[in-house]
């Protein structure tokens, strides 16, 4: 029988899970719009959930499976630093910018995006649509090669 506190970390791990492969579809789901993603990212720190390359730009995403009502503002600022250093080191091995984005893949946020301290905050729900609406910072003929290089440079 598994006791209490090892079913709570079994429950918030498949959350967990469940919640990174909701984000996963809808960045995949921008292959057909030019975009490619990297999921999984095994670093010597840990991992990022998802890395986003297209002609919006290179992203990274850390994925949080909060459900209910929750306040950017209220957000823990660990979350936010998380975020941030994800995309501090992608640029660090890219040379290229990257975006720190925290997704919500269940929590119904309040304002539904918004920005603190150097990360924008959405729920997964729209997160294809934000991607989209970004302006271009990679021209479209280049993001394959970016998308190569920066799989290519990233570990594991």
């Known amino acids: ?5 090892a079913s709570a970390l079994v429950d918030r791990w498949g959350r967990g899970a469940a919640g990174e492969e909701i984000v996963g579809q809808a960045l995949d789901s921008l292959r057909e719009h030019g975009s490619f993603a990297l999921h999984d990212v095994q670093l010597d720190r840990g991992n990022i959930d998802h890395v986003l390359v297209g002609p919006a730009g ?8 909060h459900r209910g009502r929750l306040r950017a503002g209220a957000i823990d600022a660990r979350m936010l630093k998380q975020a941030y250093a994800q995309a501090k080191l992608v640029e660090r091995i890219t040379g290229l910018r990257a975006v720190p984005l925290l997704v919500f893949s269940s929590a119904y946020l309040m304002p539904a995006i918004t920005r603190r301290d150097g990360v924008v905050i ?10 989209k609406k970004r302006g271009g910072t990679i021209p479209p003929e280049r993001v394959d090669d970016v998308y190569r290089r920066l799989a290519a440079a990233l570990p594991g």
Do not use: G, Q, W
């Not at 290179?58 to 499976?65: A, D, L």
């Not at 729900?125 to 991607?131: D, E, I, K, P, S």
């Open 1 to 5: 029988m598994i006791d209490r506190t």
């Open 58 to 65: 290179i992203f990274t995403i850390e994925t949080k499976s």
């Open 122 to 131: 959405l729920p997964a729900r729209m997160l294809a649509t934000h991607v």
